[in-house]
């Protein structure tokens, strides 16, 4: 080596060729900042911008105190789910639930359950007209001595004086009759939905509930969903600016999911009170398809439009406060379950609201009105999420939340000019899930769980929705205070439902007088006719 | 042992192989680094083929998940800068090789398995994570840390004998 050498022996070629890695390292840092300050930049920017919060709604108020004395109407497939929501799983859940942890370890549904919030609640009742499922109830109820008495009327469980509330989870045509006599009997009421199956007692259990003061909540349990209080703060802020258009949709393509429920192998007309089922429905010789499966016939049942239109009409209800439309267009068909039924299994409805006003970025009285679709099929489960259209941009909206920007917004002008924003990249999105995963096994499940009516999310555990909106119920009659479903809010979501099947029935646009609360056109009493018949009728 | 008769061509290859894949690692583990919100457990879960079933018990234990993200990261950059720097390359080499290993058992390119995750470009069971394994097996096999690196220092250290 010719060259020279420092006192330590290596030479400058030496030093350079040693230290290669310095300038690698400083290039490869300097080039990391820059990339991570300007994508700060960006991200800054934006949320400062859009100024939206993704807080954890307030808990509702403490179960402390005495604990509330609980009857329970029905025990079937939604009674058992409310019951658990309450913290009281039947046995042959649990031993399912231990198969499926076995089978798959990601399913978490157990351990949720076993997670869940003492609610503070005994089962003094229960009610259910078929003998096994009674005696279910009550072996499921049967919690530190005690035992649930099983009532073979609902009568005479409301009528019962240790009982302070009623969780109602009846087919639909028995809902309203039993909210309103535990209302009259000064009983506090959780009702599954839709809230009524005709016309003529949505008015009657409104002015019940406003004459007796009762706590009373409706069973649209997504309210609890943590990605829609985030979305509402969205919306408020004027993320979307004017909303013209909102797409919902139901998409199923199972059995379960087309109401084809088991028909449980004791029932007969020994073990069950086909007379106390039936009630206000047609007398009929007992069958096990209509008691078991009573979704498909508008007897018993309010078809899409009560049964999944309802869900979301609510969802979107609780963000925008629309209320009830001024117009209904709906049409539909038995097309994929030809089976007997005569509720439709695809199903559409139109609902106009012309006078609906968002905030907006444009000129003052350039936007008005706004139509919200819902379209339902049975017999395809194609993915159709909830999306809400905007003038500065899109949402779209399950568990979690997205928000695209539109590339002609005005909002968003001066973003999507820079690049601070894109048409095909989220300008926003919230997943309270965060670094969780679901383990959910059949596919109607999973359609509620992309609605955010399965579970919901708090602290980043997964929670079950039900177990928060039955919360929420018991807090108001423990602490006072409104639950999120009330009466009002139940009172749209059944007018509207009902328009739906009235216009699908008639084949005419329905609609609704706001100032005398009616629907115009018809009689209340001949619309419960049409409700509850089969086919099309003409007017 | 290193040879140091490498032609300039050769020894450009190689140093140059070396810094490229130091880089990349280096980067990436940076990356997961400045994220608080990075975590393996998504990939873990996702993992398809003949070792799901490990990949997943692993993705569902969230303390076993916080220390595989803390290996993961800490070793990505351990590697990439041993690889830039020049020294220990053959333990740096060897521990890339095997991450890269779990990476390709994780969605192995096969016939008849599905990844959910997206990819840029079409696979058959080779893919770029296998393609980076053997480059680092060449880094290995032909060092050049005692020509461009930190070994230099000691290679001059111990064997520059005093000839006058």
Known sequence: MSEQ??????????????????PIVGGLFTAAYAKYTSDAKVKSTILSGLDIKAVAPPSSGPMSGNAIRLGVIGFGIRGKQLMRALGFADKKWKEEMIEATKKNPNDTRLKDFMGQENLNVQIRGVCDVFDTYGEMAVETGTVDGNKPTRYRTYEELIASPDIDAIVIAAPDHWHAPMAIAAARAGKHVYVEKPMTHNISETYELYNT???????????????????????????????????????????????????????????NPKTVDWNQFLGNAPK??????????????????????????????????????????????????????????????????VMEYPEFKMTTSQEQGKEKGM?????????????????????????????????????????????????????????????????????????????????????????????????????EWLSCIRNGGKPSCGIEEGFQEAIAAHMGTLSLKTGRRVEWDATARKIVGFENAAIDNILVSTGKISV | MENSNYSKLQMTALVGLRLL????????????????NWSSMGYLMGSQGFLKGLFQGIGTS?????????????????????????FLLKPAAFAGMFLLALFYLAYPPFPGIESSAPTEGSYIIVNKNLIELFALMVVMAFPTAKSYGIERFFVKSTSVPATT
Not at chain 1, 5 to 22: A, P
Not at chain 1, 301 to 308: E, I, N, R, V
Not at chain 1, 311 to 326: E, S
């Open chain 1, 284 to 349: 009929i010789p007992y069958n096990g398809e209509h008691f078991f499966r009573w979704r498909k016939w508008w007897e018993y049942g309010t078809g899409l439009s009560g049964d999944l239109l309802t869900h979301d009409f609510d969802r979107i209800n609780c963000l925008l406060k629309m209320g009830i439309p001024k117009t209904i267009v709906a049409s539909g068909g038995v097309y994929t379950h030809n089976d007997g039924r005569d509720v439709p299994d695809v199903f559409q409805v």
């Open chain 1, 209 to 267: 509930i406003h004459e007796s003061g009762i706590v009373f909540q409706v069973g649209h349990q997504h309210r609890q969903t943590q990605s829609f209080l985030t979305a509402i703060d969205a919306l408020n802020k004027g993320s979307l600016g004017h909303i013209s258009l909102i797409q919902t949709n139901t998409n199923r393509n199972d059995d379960n999911g087309a109401w084809q429920y088991e028909i449980h192998e004791a029932a």
């Open chain 2, 62 to 86: 969230p303390t076993i998940v916080g220390i595989a993200d803390f290996v993961t990261i800490w070793a990505m950059i351990a590697i990439g800068v041993t690889l830039i720097f020049g």
């Open chain 2, 21 to 36: 894949i130091g880089w990349h690692f280096l980067y990436e583990g940076v990356v997961k680094l400045l994220n608080p």
């Open chain 1, 371 to 471: 139509t919200f679709m819902y379209s339902a099929t049975l017999g395809n489960q194609y993915n159709r999420g909830t999306i809400l259209m905007g003038h500065d941009a899109t949402m779209e909206l399950g568990n979690s939340m997205i928000i695209y920007a539109d590339p002609r917004s005005t909002r968003y002008a001066d973003w999507l000019k820079d690049g601070t924003a894109t048409a095909d990249v989220p300008l926003y999105s919230y997943d309270p899930r965060a670094k969780g995963l679901d383990g959910v096994t059949s596919a109607t499940a999973k359609y509620f769980a992309d609605k955010g009516l399965l579970f919901t999310y708090r602290d980043g555990k997964r929670v079950d929705s039900t177990h928060l909106h039955m919360r």
């Open chain 1, 5 to 22: 050498q420092d006192k330590k022996g290596f030479s400058r070629r030496d030093l350079l060729k040693g230290l290669v890695g310095i």
